[in-house]
């Protein structure tokens, strides 16, 4: 009999369980059990580690966000491991972090500057700055930012080992940005024309509609 550990929630997930299940059994009733409170004996963010190590899919990844929802002890410890030491959970928690950004982004705002200077780093997994900028492609970029971001996201543009979604990013990114300050747009069509006759169709459809929409 092929067996795994799966966990279940309830739907704020505050309540957890680990069930030993038959993999091969599609109709494998789930018992009755007595359910373990994790919010009882472990710290905010100890919690939130366990909810991150259990499972990546699109479902868990929503059912974590609602947890999280407005609070802001569980928030600061999402955030903590975002920016934390520890890639791996960092890379785990990035989903969420983008989730949380695109529909409610004021609520990550404190943490933006940090947020900024990641997109610069070498060392921290691609799905930090994917996530980062895909919130960042709907948002008004503060001004005390506005020069650190741009400067990050014409080197990731520019940078064809980037992954393909991050300097798609960056382009949309990018385009609000010389909205804001015009006499970029000289320098975003020099680097998308250097760069989009080598892209992937993903980075080349999004770019040709810049180039197409920028003034002349």
Not at 84 to 97: F, L, Q
Not at 118 to 146: C, E, M, W, Y
Request: proline share 6%.
């Amino acid at each position: 009999m092929g067996l795994q550990i799966t966990y279940y929630f309830t739907a704020d997930l505050r309540i957890f369980v680990p069930l030993l299940i038959d993999i091969k059994s599609a109709n494998a009733r789930i018992p009755h059990l007595k359910l373990f409170d994790l919010k009882s004996t472990l710290s905010e963010k100890d919690t939130l580690l366990t909810l991150l190590a259990a499972a990546r899919s699109k479902a868990h990844i929503n059912g974590i966000v609602a947890r999280i929802g407005n609070d802001a002890e569980r928030l600061q410890a999402l955030m903590d491991i975002f920016l934390g030491n520890d890639p791996k959970m960092a890379e785990y928690a990035a989903w969420v972090v983008g989730t949380i950004g695109v529909q409610q982004p004021q609520l990550l705002e404190p943490w933006y500057p940090d947020m900024v200077d990641l997109l610069s780093s070498h060392t921290v997994h691609g799905a930090l700055k994917r996530n980062t900028l895909r919130i960042f492609q709907d948002l008004t970029i503060p001004d005390t930012l506005l020069d650190a971001c741009t400067d990050a996201c014409f080197k990731l543009l520019g940078n064809p080992f980037e992954a393909i979604a991050v300097r798609a990013f960056s382009i949309t990114v990018l385009e609000h940005i010389c909205k804001r300050v015009p006499e970029l747009w000289p320098e975003l069509r020099l680097v998308l024309e250097e760069h989009t006759p080598h892209g992937s169709a993903a980075f080349r459809n999004r770019a040709s509609k810049v180039l197409r929409k920028m003034p002349t």
